[in-house]
C-alpha cells in the first residue's frame, strides 16, 4: 500500500499513520519528524529548517524533496509507505510522481482528512507528543495518564513550539495557498479519497481502512 495522508496542520495525519503503520506493516514517512529530529541534531539543514519552521512556513522544497526521496529508496519503503505531511506543494507531488516512476511505482491512493478550521486550531493547541517515544496525545480527546506523562513510555510529554495560536493561524494560511491545490491535482490523478476527520479517532480510522480496501 502507498500511501499520501493529505490534510491541513491537525487534521489527524500522524495519529492515523500510526495506526496504519500497524494495520498495513508499512513505515510513516513524516517529514515534520524529520525536520524536527534535523533541528535537534542541529545539522547544516536542520539549522536552516528551524527559521521555517518557527515562522509556520514550509521549508524549501528542494531540500524536503531531497530528504524523502532518500528515504523512498530504503528497502523497508519497498513494500510500501505512507507519506505523512508531504507532498504539500505541487511541485512536491510533481517530485514525488517522477521518483516514484524511476522507481516502477505509483501511489495506490491519497487520503485526504477533513476538518473545520475551529477543530483544527483546539487540536493544535491541546496536541501534546512524548519526547521519548514521539506517540501523539490530545489534553482532551485523547489525553495521556493522570500523572501527564506518556503512557506507553513514561516519557514527558511536549507541546511544540509551532502549535501556539499565532504560528498556528500562519499554517492554515500556508495549506490554504500552497497545499490546498493537491486536492484537485490528486482528484484530476484519479487517487483522491476524502474522509471526514471530524469523526473520532477509531472511527477516522475505520473509514479510512474502509475506503482502502474498497480501493
Ligand atoms: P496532523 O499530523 O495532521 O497535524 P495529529 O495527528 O498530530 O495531526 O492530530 C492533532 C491533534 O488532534 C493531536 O493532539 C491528536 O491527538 C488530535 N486528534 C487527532 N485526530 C483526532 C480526532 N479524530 N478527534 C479529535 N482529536 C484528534
Ligand atoms: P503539522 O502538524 O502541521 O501537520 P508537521 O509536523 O507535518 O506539522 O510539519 C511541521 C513543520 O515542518 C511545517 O510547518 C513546515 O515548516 C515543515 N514541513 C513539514 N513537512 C513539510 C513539507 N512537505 N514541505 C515543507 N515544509 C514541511
Ligand atoms: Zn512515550
Known amino acids: 500500500m502507498k500511501l499520501v495522508l493529505l490534510g491541513p496542520p491537525g487534521a489527524g495525519k500522524g495519529t492515523q499513520a500510526a495506526m496504519l503503520v500497524a494495520e498495513f506493516d508499512i513505515p510513516q514517512i513524516s517529514t515534520g519528524d524529520m525536520l524536527r529530529a534535523a533541528v535537534r541534531d542541529q545539522s547544516p539543514m536542520g539549522i536552516k529548517a528551524k527559521e521555517y519552521m518557527d515562522a509556520g512556513g514550509l521549508v524549501p522544497d528542494a531540500v524536503v524533496v531531497g ?66 517515544c514521539g506517540k501523539g496525545f490530545h489534553l482532551k480527546f485523547d489525553p495521556p495518564g493522570s500523572d501527564g506523562r506518556c503512557s506507553v513510555c513514561g516519557g514527558e510529554l511536549v507541546h511544540r513550539d509551532d502549535d501556539q495560536e499565532a504560528t498556528i493561524r500562519n499554517r492554515m494560511d500556508v495549506y490554504h495557498q500552497q497545499t490546498a491545490p493537491l486536492e484537485d491535482y490528486y482528484r484530476q490523478d484519479g487517487l483522491l479519497q476524502a474522509i471526514n476527520g471530524m469523526d473520532e479517532i477509531v472511527t477516522v480510522q475505520q473509514k479510512i481502512v474502509s475506503a482502502l480496501q474498497a480501493g
Open 67 to 132: 530528504i524523502v526521496c532518500e528515504r523512498l529508496q530504503q528497502a523497508d519503503c519497498q513494500g510500501g509507505f505512507i507519506l505523512d505531511g508531504f507532498p504539500r506543494t505541487v511541485q512536491q507531488a510533481d517530485a514525488l510522481k517522477q521518483t516514484l516512476s524511476d522507481m516502477n511505482m505509483q501511489l495506490d491512493s491519497v487520503i485526504s482528512l477533513e476538518v473545520n478550521t475551529e477543530s483544527l486550531v483546539e487540536r493544535l493547541i491541546g496536541r501534546r507528543t512524548c519526547g521519548t
